[in-house]
């Protein structure tokens, strides 16, 4: 097929299975893992570099493995799965061969989130364990020889997040304190008593731990601590004083890579509209100089071999899949791999376009537009497509649900409302308590930018999310009824006081956080829930679920449902038995987005692929 903006891309090029995806070289550098499809399941290939080769090594016929690394002995290569999209997910090994699987984290109620694979211990792994108590997330040591698994570090309770050094100890830790400050605890060794490095404000934003510096006598951190946006910083464990090694006064640092050989952290990325990255040393200047010059896109380093000589680059562009290389950087050579989705390669991708406006108060909001290919930016149908977290945030680049949409004929309107992250902390802070208020007028600010710039049709005008995104969506409709053409909510909460009675165990440790940001009085709580306004919804509405969702639970959904049809306000609803939070299974990625085609289409007047017979949404539709 010759590459044409007029034809449309099939939802089997955006939402079936990638072709390979997530590649990581051995620590030895000669083989490469990936994901790729086997018995319609993305499963655990292992084939030599530069060869075609490729054997599969492990698969679940239910469900997709999400995850995978590679063991140090560059033998085994270890994935997590989880269970019809429970998010509890347990640790298996398998050898390159395709023998002796094992789970090493048996259990119903685990879950497991690796914490440390070294090459310089490739027998054991340190994971990050909640078998002792589902609510409290220890340090376990595994024997991957073996497969003992024993406590390591227990968790007093307070505990939300672990560091190891590069002697495989834990030493760090994130906890927080009564007032709700995020104490950086260490210790020197396994046996000596922990002691507060640093206690960082609640309203500085929450610190990430990063790495130990090769000689073990420093710990890296991004922080926002005595400035706005996060800051790369090096405290010194004796002295307890930290020293700034990057920063920029609007923008998080966000992303920090590692060389396997030295230890040392070697680079760190600025998240502006897209990663822009710093090196600290001349070898690696020359290595993103050189990666930018001949790979480009927005770069993420992926794996290394042990030596740190060959890399593996994941490179995301906004109109273009997403393509791996290897790169050797003694030669500086980087070699392509492999697109994830290359049957995209015969069609013309929309351009994402970094936008910016002013909120009815006066703060400066972010997001992108992308625009169908070869359209007019005038009086389009639109969508306003909105991001889960909601601490999190839209970034450049290539994405699958902005691609269908802008390819069906939509402008696509994505907006980092008050509230996202990469913004600094100020920015984060000014969407406490504000989910049904400033967050959610930001979305209609978002919304009358795009038709006062004559963008948008305001009587063709969609909005979209899941997650927070979901919830954005009910708000919008309920708050505001005529603001939206009609809306698609996808595992989104509907009552905010429900919500945080049924958060999963391993969320618990960060409840008093969640708390601090969304509000935790009852009656406010109920004041900023749309299911206590369902009856002013006037528009048509999509809801879709996930029957195993952890963190949003099916109630969520179906009370709004309830809500609407008892007052026959016109919802569709589906709901999938074997999903969780979002769609992973390929078969209901299509199923759901072809029912949302045929819904935005029969609403906004886009286009619309018909229906094929593997994408019956029929029997999920679903009666409260």
């Given amino acids: 097929m010759n590459a044409t903006h007029t034809a449309l891309i099939p939802r089997e090029a955006l939402f079936g299975n990638a072709e390979k995806s997530q590649a990581k070289i051995s620590p030895d550098g000669r083989l490469l893992t990936y994901l790729a499809p086997f018995g319609g ?12 080769d490729a054997r599969m090594i492990a698969h679940d016929p239910a469900r997709p493995i999400p995850w995978l690394a590679w063991r140090g002995d560059s033998r085994h290569v270890l994935y997590l799965q989880d269970v019809g999209g429970n998010e509890n997910y347990h640790l298996f090994q398998v050898a390159i061969d395709g023998t002796m699987t094992q789970e090493l984290t048996p259990g119903e109620r685990v879950r497991c989130v690796p914490l440390v694979i070294d090459h310089r211990y490739p027998d054991e792994a340190l994971v990050r364990l909640n078998a002792r ?12 020889a073996t497969g003992t698994v024993v406590t390591d570090t227990e968790n007093t309770g307070d505990v939300l997040g672990w560091l190891a050094d590069h002697a495989h100890v834990v030493r760090a830790a994130l906890a927080q304190g009564e007032d709700g400050a995020i104490i950086i605890r260490v210790r020197d060794t396994m046996s000596s008593p922990w002691r507060e490095l640093d206690r960082i404000p ?11 510096s090769p000689d073990n006598g420093a710990l890296y951190v991004v922080s ?16 307890g004083r930290y020293s700034v090694v990057l920063e920029d006064e609007s923008y998080d640092v966000s992303g920090v890579y590692i060389d396997p050989a030295s230890n040392d952290v070697s680079a760190a990325g600025i998240l502006r509209d897209a990663v822009e990255w710093h090196a600290f040393d001349n070898e690696f200047s020359i290595t993103f100089a050189r990666l930018g010059a001949v790979v480009g896109g927005d770069l993420t380093i992926t794996s290394a071999s042990a030596d740190g000589n060959v890399l593996v680059v994941r490179s995301v562009s906004d109109t273009a899949p997403i393509r791996y290389y290897t790169y050797d950087r003694k030669t500086a050579e980087a070699t392509l791999l492999f697109a994830d989705r290359p049957a995209l390669l015969d069609y013309t991708l929309a351009s994402m376009a970094p936008i910016r406006f002013r909120a009815r108060d006066g703060l400066a909001i972010h997001g992108y537009l992308t625009l169908p290919v070869g359209a007019e930016p005038r009086h389009l149908p639109t969508v306003l497509l909105v991001h889960g977290g909601p601490w999190h945030r839209d970034r450049w680049g290539f994405d699958d649900m902005v691609q269908w949409l802008a390819n069906r004929g939509y402008a696509v309107l994505q907006v980092n409302f008050r509230g996202s992250t990469g913004y600094g902390k100020a920015f984060v802070n000014a969407g406490y308590r504000q989910w ?62 429900t919500l945080l009675s049924s958060i999963p165990p391993f969320l618990k440790p960060t409840l008093r956080l969640i708390q601090e940001r969304m509000g935790h009085d009852p009656e406010f709580l109920a004041s900023h829930s749309p299911l206590f306004k369902a009856g002013r919804i006037r528009v048509p509405l999509l809801v879709a ?25 016109p919802v569709t609803y589906i709901v999938f038995p074997d999903e969780g939070h979002g769609f992973t299974n390929p078969r209901n990625a299509k199923r759901f987005t072809a029912l949302a085609e045929a819904f935005l289409a029969r609403h906004l007047g886009g286009c619309a692929e018909p229906q094929h017979p593997d994408e019956d949404y029929e029997p999920f539709l679903h009666a409260v």
């Fill in 41 to 52: 399941q993305m499963s655990v290939w292992v084939c030599p570099v530069g060869a075609d």
């Fill in 133 to 144: 108590d589902p609510a409290l997330i220890d340090v376990a040591r595994i024997d991957l």
């Fill in 202 to 212: 609640a309203e500085d934003d929450i610190p990430s731990l990063v790495s130990f």
């Fill in 224 to 239: 926002a601590k005595d400035a706005n946006a996060k800051r790369l910083v090096r405290y010194d464990l004796e002295s």
């Fill in 436 to 497: 049904a208020g400033a967050m959610r007028t930001d979305l209609l600010d978002a919304r009358d930018w795009a038709i006062e710039q004559g963008i948008a049709d305001p009587s063709r005008f969609a909005i979209m999310g899941g997650s927070y995104g979901g919830y954005a969506v009910l708000t919008a409709l309920a708050f505001t009824p005529e603001a939206f053409t009609c809306g698609v909510d996808i595992v989104g909460p509907s009552n905010l006081n």
């Fill in 545 to 569: 679920q996930g029957a195993n969702d952890p963190r949003c639970k099916q109630q969520e959904s179906d009370q709004i449902v309830a809500a609407l049809r008892a007052k026959d306000i």
